[in-house]
C-alpha cells in the first residue's frame, strides 16, 4: 500500500506527574512533575513517522496559547500540522497522575479539542492519503462528531480505509456503546484497549471481545498492554502477539497511541497483519519507557 496517513484528531499539553507513593488525600505528595506535548491523535501521528511512514498529516484544533509550540513540535517529529487556531478556548490539557507501577489516570480539560468543526475540514487534506484514522475522543461532543464523521464519509466516498481508536473508557460510557457502535459504520478497524473492548462487548475476555466486535467492524486490533495485542476478523482471533521485553516501565501514557502508530506505518508499508501488530508492539514498549506519550525527537 502507499500513500499516506491522515489523522483528525487533538493536541493537547500533558501535565506528568510521577508519584512514587500513594498519593495522600489533603496534603502534599512528592512527585516529578514534567510538561510534554501530548493528545492522542498527535501522539499515534508522531509514532507514525517515527515507525517509518514518511507522510502523516495530523488535522487538529489548538488554543492561540500554545499553538506555535504544538506545531513546531509536531514539524520536528515529521508530522505535517494542519491546525485550527481558536481566538475564544484554550489547548486542551490532561495531567496524568502515573503512579508507581506506569500506571496512569487522567485529569482532562478538552479546551479546543472537542471545537474541531467542519470549517476546519478540507476533503483536500485526503488528496495522496492511503488511510485515515480517527481519534475517538473527537466522538464524544457535538461539534467535533459532526468533524470527525464527515471526514469518515469522504474517506469513504475515495476508498480510503479508515480505522478509529475508543480513546476512553470513562468518555465511551458517557457516549453509550450502541451509540458508539452506530458511529463506527464504515470503519475498516478498530482499536481499544482491554478494558474498552470490555465495555463495547460485556465479555470480560478480550480474545472474545475482540472476535465479537470484528462482527461488526471488519478488524480490530486490542492491545493488552504488559500481555501483547491481538487482532480479530470475521468472528476470530487471527494473530496474537506478546509484549516486547520493557527494562523499565515509567510511563504507560501513549503506549496505546504508540501501538496503533506503529502499526498503521507497518501496514502502509505493507506489512501482513502479525508483521504489523508486532511493529505495534514495538512501539508500545518503547512509549512506557518514556515519559509522556510521544517518541523522543530526532537529535538536531
Known amino acids: 500500500m502507499t500513500g499516506g496517513l491522515l489523522v483528525v484528531g487533538d493536541v493537547v499539553t500533558d501535565v506528568v506527574a510521577r508519584h512514587g507513593s500513594a498519593l495522600v488525600h489533603g496534603t502534599d505528595t512528592a512527585a516529578r512533575i514534567r510538561t510534554r506535548a501530548g493528545g492522542a491523535g498527535a501522539n499515534v501521528s508522531c509514532w507514525a513517522a517515527r515507525s517509518g511512514c514518511r507522510d502523516v498529516r495530523l488535522v487538529a484544533r489548538v488554543g492561540t496559547d500554545s499553538a506555535d509550540w504544538h506545531r513546531d513540535l509536531l514539524r520536528r517529529a515529521g508530522v505535517r500540522a494542519l491546525l485550527a487556531v481558536d481566538d475564544d478556548a484554550p489547548t486542551g490539557t490532561v495531567v496524568a497522575l502515573v503512579d508507581p507501577s506506569a500506571e496512569r489516570t487522567f485529569l482532562t480539560d478538552s479546551g479546543a479539542v472537542l471545537r474541531l468543526s467542519v470549517d476546519d475540514w478540507s476533503p483536500s487534506m485526503l488528496d495522496g492519503v492511503a488511510h485515515l484514522h480517527l481519534s475517538g475522543y473527537l466522538l464524544f461532543a457535538a461539534t467535533s462528531r459532526a468533524t470527525a464523521l464527515l ?135 518503547e512509549a512506557v519507557m518514556t515519559v509522556g506519550g510521544r517518541p523522543p525527537l530526532p537529535a538536531g
Do not use: M, Y
Not at 480505509?161 to 470503519?187: H, K, M, N, Q, Y
Not at 476470530?236 to 510511563?251: I, L, Q
Open 151 to 285: 471526514a469518515l464519509r469522504e474517506a469513504r466516498r475515495r476508498n480510503v480505509p479508515v480505522s478509529i481508536d475508543p480513546a476512553s473508557a470513562g468518555f465511551l460510557a458517557e457516549l453509550g456503546v450502541d451509540r458508539f457502535l452506530a458511529l463506527t459504520e464504515g470503519a475498516a478497524l478498530l482499536l481499544p484497549n482491554a478494558d474498552e473492548a470490555r465495555l463495547l462487548t460485556g465479555l470480560p475476555e478480550p480474545a472474545d471481545a475482540a472476535a465479537k466486535l470484528s462482527l461488526l467492524v471488519p478488524q480490530v486490533a486490542v492491545t493488552l498492554g504488559g500481555g501483547g495485542a491481538l487482532l480479530a476478523t470475521a468472528g476470530a482471533v487471527t494473530a496474537r502477539v506478546p509484549a516486547e521485553p520493557v527494562h523499565t516501565a515509567v510511563d504507560s501514557t501513549g503506549a496505546g497511541d504508540a501501538f496503533t502508530g506503529g502499526f498503521l506505518a507497518a501496514r502502509l508499508a505493507g506489512a501482513d497483519d502479525a508483521t504489523a501488530v508486532a511493529a505495534g508492539c514495538r512501539a508500545g514498549a
